[in-house]
């Protein structure tokens, strides 16, 4: 379960506005799977639950001077795999090949 607040300061579709500089706060469960209830009715019970904390820790804060900083590791901190950039580089591939394609298409027409 994932809950943030604040979403919509950022960026509204309601009024087509976007803004900077707000604070969004968001709150994370563990992982719940539904194999590791007896049935139903417990599953549900602790989702419920669960929800329920994480709602309360996400709007139940009125000061949000002191929510901690998201922060994520640069690009560098990530190592892909060999196939991962082959892969990367056929999508990117075939995607400027598909762009180019249609641009000339459409250029070729125009003097048609």
């Known amino acids: ?8 300061e950022v960026l509204s579709e309601k009024s087509q506005s976007v803004h900077f500089g707000r604070t969004c706060v968001t709150t994370f469960s563990k992982v719940l799977k539904s194999a590791d209830y007896p049935n139903f009715e417990a599953f549900f019970t602790d989702l419920q639950a669960t929800w329920d904390s994480c709602w309360a820790a996400t709007y139940g804060l009125e000061d949000l001077k002191n929510v901690p900083r998201f922060s994520m590791p640069g690009p560098q901190a990530y190592s892909y795999s060999s196939s991962m950039w082959v892969q990367q580089l056929a999508i990117t591939l075939v995607v400027a090949l598909v762009l180019a394609a249609w641009v000339g298409s459409s250029v070729l027409r125009s003097f048609l």
């Open 1 to 8: 379960i994932v809950v943030t607040r604040g979403k919509d």
